[in-house]
Nanobody, 115 residues
Framework: QVQLVESGGGLVQPGGSLRLSCVAS????????MGWYRQTPGKERELVAD?????VTAYADSVKGRFTISRDKETVNLQMSNLGPEDTAVYYC???????????WGKGTAVTVSG
């Protein structure tokens, strides 16, 4: 089993920045991609950004130009800038594995933009 541990969430004022990190450990896997999703109460979990094994990135339109995803081996980071109240959510780390063919999720880290 693969474990994902997120860190870096918290409270930040509008216009501020935060950096989320996620470290994968546990069973061996062949990586397809790692990414970040977010969810607010009553809404479905949505993709924020992901990065493929080859380094190709994808972003939700709402975060383009403000968020940057990066990966170093089994760690994926999300640098978030110019945060607004609309970015308030629980952020989940995702790892998509080719072998075994599976999706893994972290427990989530809360980001609150208020002030």
């Amino acid at each position: 089993q693969v474990q994902l541990v997120e860190s870096g969430g918290g409270l930040v004022q509008p216009g501020g920045s935060l950096r989320l990190s996620c470290v994968a450990s546990g069973s061996e896997f062949v990586l397809a991609s790692m990414g970040w999703y977010r969810q607010t109460p009553g809404k479905e979990r949505e993709l924020v950004a992901d990065i493929s094994r080859g380094g190709v990135t994808a972003y939700a339109d709402s975060v383009k130009g403000r968020f940057t995803i990066s990966r170093d081996k089994e760690t994926v980071n999300l640098q978030m800038s110019n945060l607004g109240p609309e970015d308030t959510a629980v952020y989940y780390c995702n790892l998509r594995s080719l072998m075994p063919f599976a999706d893994y999720w972290g427990k989530g880290t809360a980001v609150t933009v208020s002030g």
